[in-house]
């Protein structure tokens, strides 16, 4: 039986718990993706403080119990009932309690925890990966664009265009025409095995693999360096790659008719492994 985490309560996942609230209604609330890897639980401080630093953009009140160990407790206590294996994703929501219109009655804030078992650990991906361009949804900076919003419709409705061209995966641009993210994912690429991304004020989310990434690459002496960048520059990249907490490392093959080399970037990925050993 899946279970879920709801206010410090561990119910069936499809009890009838959430009545209309400001989540469903307006997508007022955001939430965490995070990986349990080999019976880890991965970068969980960088986690909570993104999700702390979101409340306070959402400007949510954050309740004196909320703290890294109160939800550390809530999840391993979640995952205790759930008897989960070594490998999985969490995800915490928080979204603005009572009702309301556009105009909240309170800045209160309810949770949410749900983890779903994964079969292993993070693998290099040697499948072929297809990306293009989303076009019909910018993803611009603003105070609340370095998380993950409850209301994601760019990267739904970009998840609907990957379905139709039967796609590895999408761009998503900016206003400026620059490369944002992906679809859930950071943005990363190769030239002349100097390591660049685009800076988040490009629109894309603050990723915590993206975060823990560049400060390893630092450790380990890679050329790294932030840099907006169009699609057609994108094309000259030598190598290209996404990078997630859920899967790690996403490694492109084709982009606008180009073949991808990937040697590169299976170095990083096994650096990472390494790391986390």
Known sequence: ???INFNGQILPADSSVFPLNRAINYGDGMFEGIRIHDGEILFFEDH???MFRAMKALKLEVPADFTDAFFHKQIIDLGHKEQIGGNARI???IFRSGGGLYEPQTNDPEFFIEIIPMEKGYEW???TCEVAVFPDMQKNFSSISFFKSMNALPYVMAAIFKKEKNLGDCFLLNGDGKIADAISSNVFWIEREKIFSPPISDG????VMRKNLIRLLDENNFSFSERSITPDELKLADEIFLTNIGWCIKPITLFKGKKFGTSLSERVFQMILQSLS
């Open 1 to 3: 039986m899946n279970l």
């Open 48 to 50: 909570i403080d993104r």
């Open 91 to 93: 995800r915490i929501g």
């Open 125 to 127: 991906n040697e499948a």
């Open 204 to 207: 894309g989310v603050e990723g």
